[in-house]
C-alpha cells in the first residue's frame, strides 16, 4: 500500500519505534519547515476562550479564527465532486510530509489546529467516510498513539469537511472537557446498559448531549458492542447513522458515540446578524464549541449552547427509547 503514496511526502523517522515518537518527529518538522502549518499553530496563542458550569460537567467556547475553512465548508454532492480532495496524496501541498500510522493509514499534521497538536489520520486510498468497515482500525490506531491522545471520527454529515475520503483525527487528550468530566457523568449521570467481565456499556444522559460509552480492554468485545449500537441506530435506514466517536486508550479503551439527528443547527442557515457561523463535530460534542468568527464568539450565552446541543442531538425521550430497545435485546 505504501506504494500508493510517494516516496517523497515520507518523513525520515530512522530510529524511532512508537507512533507518538513518529508523530511528534512529523509534528516538529512541520512547524518548522512549513510556513502554514507554523501559522497554523502560532495562531493557538490568541485563541479565546469562554467557559460555562453546568454543575457537573463544563461547556468551553473557542473563537479560533483559523477554523473558518472547516466550520463553513460546502459537504454536499456537488461541492465534493466540484472540488479536488484535500486528503488524496496528489494533491497535498508540496511541504506536507507524513509518517505511516497504521496498515493504510497515514499521520498527517493538521495546518488548521484546533489542539495544541492536531493530526489528520486518512486512508491511502479515495474512499468515503464510512465507520462501520474501519471500526477496529479506530481502536487500534488509540491504543498506538496511547494516553497521550484522543482519536476521533466525524460522520460525513456530521462535521468531516472530507466526507468523501475516509480520515480519522487526532488531538492531544486533556483538551476535551470530556476528557475531564467523563469519571464524574459516568457516576451520576450513566446508566449500565450491558455489562460483563470483559466489556461496559453506559448510557449518559443530563450534560447537554446524550450520548454511549464503552469500555474495555478486549478489542474484539468493544467493537462487537459498536456494532450492536451502530444497528440500532441504524434501524430504518441504509446510509450511515449520524454521529460522531471519541476514542481513547490507557491500558483499555473509552469509546463515546454521540448520536446525531442534523449536522447543523438552524444559526448556521440565518442571514445577517441573526446568522452563527457554528457546525458542531466531535470536538463540540466533546464539550469545546469552535467559533471561527469574532462576532459569533461575542454572542454567545448558556441558553443559546444549550439550544444548539438540542437541536443536533438525540432528545431525551428518543435516547431513553434507544436504551430500553438496547436492554431489551442484551437479556434476550
Excluded at 479564527?65 to 454532492?77: F, H, L, N, T, Y
Excluded at 475520503?165 to 449521570?189: P, R, T, V, W, Y
Excluded at 471561527?292 to 464568539?297: A, G, S
Aim: aromatic content about 12%; overall charge negative; glycine content about 6%.
Amino acid at each position: 500500500m505504501q506504494t500508493e503514496f510517494s516516496e517523497k511526502f515520507y518523513l525520515d523517522t530512522e530510529g524511532l519505534s512508537t507512533l507518538p515518537e513518529k508523530a511528534e518527529r512529523l509534528f516538529e518538522h512541520q512547524i518548522s519547515n512549513w510556513k502554514l502549518a507554523a501559522g497554523g499553530y502560532q495562531s493557538l496563542l490568541s485563541v479565546e476562550i469562554k467557559k460555562f458550569e453546568f454543575g457537573n460537567f463544563t461547556i468551553e467556547a473557542h473563537f479560533n479564527p483559523g477554523r473558518i475553512i472547516s466550520s463553513s465548508a460546502k459537504v454536499d454532492a456537488k461541492s465534493i465532486n466540484e472540488r479536488p480532495c484535500f486528503l488524496c496524496s496528489k494533491n497535498l501541498p508540496a511541504e506536507q510530509k507524513a509518517v505511516m500510522a497504521f496498515d493504510n493509514y497515514i499521520l498527517l499534521v493538521n495546518p488548521f489546529p484546533i489542539f495544541d497538536k492536531h493530526f489528520t489520520i486518512p486512508t491511502l486510498g479515495h474512499v468515503p467516510q464510512l465507520i462501520k468497515p474501519e471500526i477496529t482500525n479506530l481502536l487500534t490506531l488509540s491504543s498506538l498513539l496511547g494516553k497521550g491522545y484522543s482519536v476521533f471520527y466525524n460522520g460525513p454529515k456530521c462535521g468531516a469537511s472530507a466526507p468523501d475520503h475516509m480520515h480519522f483525527q487526532a488531538g492531544n487528550s486533556g483538551f476535551m472537557m470530556i476528557d475531564s468530566d467523563f469519571a464524574e457523568l459516568s457516576k451520576s449521570n450513566s446508566k449500565i446498559i450491558f455489562e460483563d467481565a470483559e466489556v461496559k456499556t453506559l448510557f449518559v444522559t443530563g450534560c447537554l448531549r446524550n450520548f454511549i460509552a464503552i469500555e474495555s480492554d478486549n478489542i474484539l468485545k468493544i467493537a462487537s458492542e459498536f456494532e450492536l449500537v451502530y444497528n440500532f441506530l441504524n434501524e430504518n435506514g441504509t446510509e450511515e447513522p449520524m454521529m460522531n466517536l471519541i476514542c481513547s486508550f490507557d491500558g483499555s479503551w473509552r469509546l463515546l458515540i454521540f448520536p446525531r439527528i442534523k449536522h447543523r443547527p438552524t444559526y448556521f442557515f440565518e442571514e445577517g446578524e441573526k446568522k452563527i457561523l457554528i457546525s458542531p463535530a466531535a470536538v463540540d460534542m466533546g464539550g469545546v464549541l469552535i467559533f471561527p468568527r469574532e462576532e459569533d464568539f461575542e454572542k454567545i450565552t448558556t441558553e443559546l449552547i444549550v439550544d444548539v446541543f438540542k437541536q443536533v442531538t438525540f432528545s431525551d425521550d428518543d435516547f431513553h427509547h434507544l436504551a430500553e430497545k438496547m436492554m431489551a435485546s442484551e437479556k434476550g
